[in-house]
């Protein structure tokens, strides 16, 4: 016959299993939500200042690869575009072999 101090260990297992399943859907819940919401932060940040630094920086630098310009004048030097310069690069190569 069971007293009232008893322990029922299979009742307290159950409701440990079931305490840790749903800890562990609240936990994946929240990163979740979590991600979605830097998403969103990160969009709208990113609408706010499209044209910052680093950006104009890159386009710059991608205006330089992607033009002709003169590195000087009287020695002649002029600066080719990148697509170009690989290009003549691969010619030299295949016309040594």
Do not use: C
Not at 59 to 68: D, G, I, V
Not at 86 to 96: A, G
């Amino acid at each position: 016959m069971a007293r009232y101090d008893d322990i029922n260990a299979g009742t307290i297992s159950v409701i440990g299993f079931i305490a840790i399943i749903i800890t562990f859907v609240i936990i994946v819940a929240v990163q979740v939500l979590y991600f979605e919401y830097q998403e969103i932060e990160e969009k709208r940040k990113h609408s706010l200042f499209p044209a910052n630094e680093s950006s104009r920086k890159l386009a710059e630098q991608k205006k330089k690869l992607e033009s002709y310009t003169w590195i000087d004048r009287e020695k002649g030097i002029v600066s080719i575009p990148i697509q170009q310069s690989m290009q003549d690069v691969l010619e030299k190569m295949k016309s040594k072999k």
